[in-house]
């Protein structure tokens, strides 16, 4: 890979 | 080498009958002469592979809409490479700085065509994202054009004058945790010094594993990793 990115995602019920 | 995914599509097209083991012998021996043009430190990415069957399965109780926090955590590697997939895939044009924080609406709904999964003994129907939805609300007033998706052909998503493809996937649901990895070809314009009616195709590699939580006040909700990846093509 040339490159990478991580991210965190937290989902909640609007 | 890293290579992952290493893909050759060899025409044959004299228009001839040519029988199995003659096509497989000029396809090994075309295949090998490729291979000798392969410069060092990239591999040959066959752009006109075609789009994956198929979605990702989510659980059923995800279905309907939830707001999602995002945060870029890390950046490793070519900042540009990083940052030109972070964008396509819906990062819009907002600064791409890690620890920023994102929040957008997104949604699960069902599938065009019923899919099941085991949950306590029994076949549960699972849900998929509404990937239009998603990239829309994401990119808010900054988008750059119509988003459109169809769930009947749920590996490719138009952005624009953009498309990204899923070209292939895994993806996996369990009473552990669910989540799937997706090799995502994205075209769009060249752009830049090339400009004009110039196409060019990027790799990107997308994995995103989710777990259910509880928040602090006891609601449920669910949290996820995501990792991109970008490739040399």
């Given at each position: 890979?040339t490159?990478?990115?991580?991210?965190?995602?937290?989902?909640e019920r609007? | 080498?890293?290579v992952?995914r290493?893909?050759?599509?060899?025409?044959?097209d004299?228009?001839a009958?040519?029988?199995?083991?003659?096509?497989?012998?000029?396809?090994?021996?075309?295949?090998?002469?490729?291979?000798?043009w392969v410069?060092h430190?990239?591999?040959a990415?066959d752009v006109?592979?075609?789009?994956?069957t198929g979605?990702?399965l989510y659980?059923?109780?995800l279905?309907?809409e939830?707001?999602?926090?995002?945060?870029?955590t890390?950046?490793?590697?070519d900042?540009t490479?990083a940052?030109g997939?972070?964008?396509a895939l819906g990062g819009?044009?907002?600064p791409?700085?890690?620890?920023?924080?994102?929040?957008?609406?997104?949604?699960f709904v069902?599938?065009?065509?019923a899919a099941?999964?085991?949950?306590e003994?029994?076949d549960?129907a699972?849900?998929?994202?509404?990937r239009?939805?998603?990239?829309?609300?994401?990119r808010?007033?900054?988008?750059?054009?119509a988003?459109?998706w169809?769930?009947?052909?749920?590996?490719?998503?138009r952005?624009?004058?953009?498309?990204?493809?899923?070209v292939?996937?895994?993806s996996?649901?369990?009473?552990?945790g669910?989540?799937f990895?997706?090799?995502?070809?994205?075209?769009?314009a060249?752009g830049g010094l090339?400009?004009?009616a110039?196409r060019?195709?990027r790799?990107v590699r997308c994995?995103?594993r989710?777990?259910?939580?509880f928040?602090k006040?006891?609601r449920r909700v669910?949290?996820?990793l995501?990792?991109?990846?970008?490739y040399r093509v």
């Open positions: 890979p490159s990478s990115a991580k991210s965190t995602l937290r989902f609007p | 080498w890293e992952e290493l893909v050759f599509r060899v025409p044959l004299d228009g009958p040519v029988p199995d083991a003659v096509t497989r012998r000029q396809s090994c021996s075309t295949a090998i002469a490729a291979l000798a410069p430190c990239a591999f990415f006109s592979v075609g789009a994956a979605d990702v659980p059923a109780s279905v309907g939830w707001r999602c926090e995002r945060v870029l890390a950046v490793e590697g900042q490479a940052e997939a972070w964008r819009g044009t907002t791409f700085v890690a620890g920023r924080a994102e929040t957008y609406e997104t949604r069902a599938p065009a065509a099941t999964y085991r949950f003994g029994r549960v699972g849900v998929v994202l509404d239009a939805f998603e990239l829309g609300k994401r808010g007033a900054g988008g750059r054009g988003v459109s169809d769930p009947r052909a749920p590996s490719i998503l952005d624009g004058d953009a498309t990204l493809t899923v292939s996937r895994t996996e649901i369990s009473e552990a669910f989540g990895d997706e090799l995502v070809r994205v075209d769009a060249a090339i400009g004009g110039a060019v195709s790799l994995k995103r989710f777990r259910r939580a928040a006040d006891g669910v949290e996820g995501e990792i991109v990846k970008t």
